[in-house]
């Protein structure tokens, strides 16, 4: 039998994916803090520079920005309720709860995969059309842009926000993993849950299969173009300007296709969680590091900033 209604709001769900760690506890709390850290600090500080310094005021940078403010509010969302799990005697959290986290690390992932395609947009646009750039994308064509591609996945998530949180469950609740992650909460409802899968289903195809088929097909146009260029001096700045971009994506999408099509049975949770715990932990720490290492202008504007301190 179902519980009651005004029971199904607030019951309390297990997370199990910190059970048995023993004397890994603490060391495994510390290396977490340390990851969170060091990443939120290296994406705030890049959005600042990128807000403050007036020769980062272009398309690239400002989609650069909101990139890596979608990490940001990725690990925001994750990191501090996991640390709090791992040192908890019981490591639970409320329906409500569970639901606004799983809501809001999904609006923020099809945001990221909407912002890398605009990226991909961006860079056939540097490369294939130089002459034309300035006109066809400019800062207040990308902003009005942004806004829509925030504007999309909120509204989609608003949505199954709305229907997670009015499922009924009838039985007590756990999740084998390391936070709220929407199949398996889902799984234990005891209502009827095909209307909110089949539109999950729907809006993960329409917001992943063709943002992916872009991204190729800008990169398949990207490549050639840079191939037709006859000398190699001019190969190579062709490519810099889209090879940290082309690293992240293809790094992104390596995690996001293996998260999909890995098999959740248990002969294979154990590699799933410690896959999707690289993935939020991990690639946070290692986009901006990417972004950054070899480009001069941020650099410049790092060191100005310091200049201006001192």
């Known amino acids: 039998m179902a519980l009651q209604k005004n029971q199904t709001f607030h019951p309390e769900i297990l997370i199990l994916g910190f059970e048995d760690l023993g004397e890994y506890k603490y060391p495994l709390f510390f290396l977490l803090l340390l990851l969170y850290t060091f ?156 209307p909110l899968v089949s539109y999950a289903l729907w809006v993960s195809a329409i917001l992943t299969i063709i943002p992916f088929g872009l991204i190729v097909l800008s990169y398949t146009v990207i490549i050639m173009e840079i191939l037709r260029i006859r000398s190699s001096a001019g190969r190579q700045k062709a490519f810099s300007t889209c090879s940290s971009h082309l690293l992240v994506v293809s790094m992104g999408l390596v995690f996001v296709i293996a998260l999909y099509l890995l098999p959740r049975s248990n002969h294979y949770l154990n590699f799933y969680k410690a896959l999707s715990f690289t993935y939020f932990a991990v690639t946070p720490m290692i986009n901006p590091i990417i972004y950054t290492l070899r480009n001069q202008d941020i650099k410049k504007a790092f060191q100005a900033t310091i200049s201006a301190v001192r």
């Open 39 to 194: 990443s939120s600090t290296e994406n705030l500080l890049i959005i600042f520079l990128v807000s403050k310094c007036p020769r980062l005021h272009s398309p690239m940078y400002i989609l650069i920005s909101n990139l890596l403010f979608c990490e940001f509010v990725y690990t925001t969302d994750l990191i501090p309720v996991m640390l709090h799990h791992i040192l908890a005697e019981r490591p639970v959290i409320y329906l409500l709860g569970c639901t606004v986290q799983l809501s809001v690390s999904g609006c923020v992932s099809m945001v990221d995969i909407l912002l890398l395609t605009l990226m991909s947009y961006d860079r056939y646009l540097a490369v294939c059309e130089p002459l034309r750039y300035s006109v066809l994308m400019h800062n207040r064509l990308c902003v009005f842009l942004i806004s829509i591609l925030w504007l999309i996945p909120l509204v989609v998530c608003t949505v199954i926000f709305y229907f997670v949180i009015n499922l009924e469950f009838c039985c007590p609740l756990s999740i084998d993993h390391f936070y709220c992650d929407f199949t398996p909460l889902v799984s234990l409802a005891c209502s009827d849950i095909i």
